[in-house]
């Protein structure tokens, strides 16, 4: 039975959609089955994968209202190499409507139990928000993957995610871990990054990702043309720095599970 991870950092602009796309790219490429879902009711990782926001019948917003089954969401564009569940704005209003609705933080670990079994990974892009969405994608996971951007308000924003983990995993999920934070968008020739990054190590040791992510425009341009980058681009720095951190996913997953 395949694990969830939620991609989550509330700062906006990290790398969060961009990290999941090809971080599902690159281990479909690995020959996982992956499922993909956009859970941000901006839609970036929808339309990053091709598919047009505006031409969705049943999305994710309709799985966490329970007016859907997610097998009857996910889409399998034609040579992407994953599944992906879609999300347009209708998502927004589940914020509010799900207030009024009982065990609403566990609407989405509900919704998967019966999807999880065909896949081997499913990756959730979360909003840039410590909303009641980001807390269905932290109780419906296993791991979390935080991505951040080296610079000077890196850290500021960290705690207070770090303490929402905490709170979800005493009161409704003792299972969820940080499986690592992943450096994005990483000039080395910044010295302020390089601090940041000494920082990041110096206070979560292991827990950092040894992989990096670069700045690279090819990772930038890949998403107007709808298409992860090992598509767009399958030599570029993007496509191996992403090729690198799904091995090395795959090998904290695998230690793990051991
Ligand atoms: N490694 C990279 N190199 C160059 N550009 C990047 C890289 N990673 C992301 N970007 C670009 O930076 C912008 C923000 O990235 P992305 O959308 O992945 O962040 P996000 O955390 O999902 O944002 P939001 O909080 O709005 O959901 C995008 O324009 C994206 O194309
Ligand atoms: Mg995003």
Same mark, same amino acid.
């Given at each position: 039975?395949?694990?969830?991870?939620?991609?989550?950092?509330?700062?906006? &602009?990290?790398?969060?959609?961009? /990290?999941?796309?090809? %971080?599902? +790219?690159?281990?479909? @490429?690995?020959?996982?089955?992956? #499922?993909?879902?956009?859970?941000?009711?901006?839609?970036?990782?929808?339309?990053?994968?091709?598919?047009?926001?505006?031409?969705?019948?049943?999305?994710?917003?309709?799985?966490?209202?329970?007016?859907?089954?997610?097998?009857?969401?996910?889409?399998?564009?034609?040579?992407? &190499?994953?599944?992906?569940?879609? /999300?347009?704005?209708? %998502?927004? +209003?589940?914020?509010? @409507?799900?207030?009024?609705?009982? #065990?609403?933080?566990?609407?989405?670990?509900?919704?998967?139990?019966?999807?999880?079994?065909?896949?081997?990974?499913?990756?959730?892009?979360?909003?840039?928000?410590?909303?009641?969405?980001?807390?269905?994608?932290?109780?419906?996971?296993?791991?979390?993957?935080?991505?951040?951007?080296?610079?000077?308000?890196?850290?500021?924003?960290?705690?207070?995610?770090?303490?929402?983990?905490?709170?979800?995993?005493?009161?409704?999920?003792?299972?969820?871990?940080?499986?690592?934070?992943?450096?994005?968008?990483?000039?080395?020739?910044?010295?302020?990054?390089?601090?940041?990054?000494?920082?990041?190590?110096?206070?979560?040791?292991?827990?950092?990702?040894?992989?990096?992510?670069?700045?690279?425009?090819?990772?930038?341009?890949?998403?107007?043309?709808?298409?992860?980058?090992?598509?767009?681009?399958?030599?570029?720095?993007?496509?191996?720095?992403?090729?690198?951190?799904?091995?090395?996913?795959?090998?904290?997953?695998?230690?793990?599970?051991?």
């Amino acid at each position: 039975m395949g694990n969830i991870f939620a991609v989550t950092n509330q700062k906006g &602009g990290v790398g969060k959609t961009t /990290t999941t796309v090809n %971080l599902a +790219a690159s281990l479909a @490429e690995y020959g996982k089955k992956v #499922l993909m879902i956009d859970l941000d009711p901006q839609g970036n990782a929808t339309t990053g994968c091709g598919l047009d926001k505006n031409d969705i019948n049943n999305s994710s917003y309709e799985v966490i209202m329970a007016e859907a089954r997610a097998a009857d969401t996910i889409l399998s564009p034609e040579g992407l &190499g994953f599944d992906v569940m879609p /999300t347009n704005s209708d %998502l927004t +209003a589940a914020e509010v @409507e799900l207030l009024e609705i009982k #065990l609403r933080e566990h609407r989405l670990r509900i919704a998967l139990e019966s999807t999880r079994e065909k896949y081997d990974y499913i990756l959730i892009d979360c909003p840039p928000s410590l909303s009641m969405l980001t807390v269905n994608a932290l109780v419906a996971s296993q791991g979390i993957l935080i991505p951040i951007q080296c610079e000077y308000y890196a850290l500021e924003g960290l705690s207070s995610l770090l303490r929402t983990i905490e709170r979800v995993k005493q009161r409704a999920n003792p299972q969820l871990d940080i499986t690592g934070l992943l450096r994005t968008m990483f000039d080395a020739r910044n010295n302020l990054a390089n601090q940041v990054s000494r920082q990041l190590i110096n206070h979560f040791r292991d827990k950092v990702f040894h992989s990096i992510i670069p700045r690279n425009v090819r990772l930038a341009e890949a998403p107007s043309h709808g298409m992860p980058v090992l598509a767009y681009d399958r030599g570029s720095r993007g496509s191996i720095a992403y090729m690198a951190l799904a091995s090395e996913f795959m090998r904290r997953e695998k230690k793990a599970n051991s």
